[in-house]
């Protein structure tokens, strides 16, 4: 069975209420002890058909994001190796089957996975979508021309800022839970600065989720009596 729906399952998680978002772009499994996360592998981002080399991208700024706020990561070259060797492809769907195998062979509790949505480059009209996006009937990869909305534009008009869009999920390698979720979309002067940037956020959003979980584990001291 493929990773894959996230949303789904998400929104299924939330009624049920095992998830809760310490912060608006992350879902946080409440059930999970995060304690047990020592060493996180960023295994790939899927890109989009139009636009293959933005995964690869979010996935280089994503593992630069959880090393800037103090996570324990594997080394991306080393993901890429390994996961060549073993015919694994390096996008953001990954068989369930080979989670806990390919968690073991790296040695983390944790792998990350995703996929960008929607990225519109700089100096461009074109939006890519990726296809989960859309309706349901359309299976292929479209490409929407955001000129064509309005016969009003000239070819005088600039389009300068870039925007993506980046779903992601953590996923406990031995048990296959989710550990948590986070979405968000980021436009900037670059489809590179928008990574970056949208990357930095989220990951600081999750590390802040993180640590206010660690909070509910942590012993109280109990105080000494004055003399």
């Known amino acids: 069975m493929l990773i894959k729906n996230w949303v789904l399952k998400l929104c299924a998680a939330l009624v049920l209420g095992s998830f809760s978002g310490c912060m608006a772009n992350i ?23 139009n636009q293959p080399g933005i995964g690869q991208t979010v996935a280089n700024e994503l593992n630069f994001a959880f090393l800037q706020y103090g996570f324990n ?9 390994l996961l060549a060797e073993q015919k694994l492809g390096v996008s953001g ?28 480059p700089e100096n461009s009209p074109d939006v890519y979508f990726a296809a989960t996006t859309l309706s349901s009937q359309d299976t292929e990869f479209f490409r929407i021309r955001e000129s064509a909305v309005t016969s009003q534009r000239t070819t005088s008009i ?38 970056k940037k949208l990357c930095l956020k989220l990951v600081k959003e999750l590390k802040s989720s993180v640590e206010a979980m660690k909070k509910k584990y942590a012993v109280p001291v109990p105080s000494l009596p004055k003399p």
């Open 27 to 49: 879902a946080m499994n409440q059930n999970y002890d995060v304690r047990k996360i020592e060493k996180i592998a960023v295994l790939g981002i899927a890109g989009l058909e």
């Open 73 to 81: 990561v594997v080394e991306r070259s080393y993901i890429n190796r």
């Open 93 to 120: 769907v990954i068989a369930a089957d080979n989670i806990k195998k390919i968690g073991q062979m790296l040695g983390t509790e944790v792998i990350v996975v995703g996929s960008v949505e929607r990225f519109k």
């Open 158 to 195: 600039k389009y300068e800022k870039a925007s993506l869009t980046l779903n992601f999920r953590l996923i406990d390698v031995e048990t296959g839970a989710i550990v948590a979720v986070g979405s968000d979309t980021l436009e900037s002067k670059t489809g590179v600065i928008a990574a």
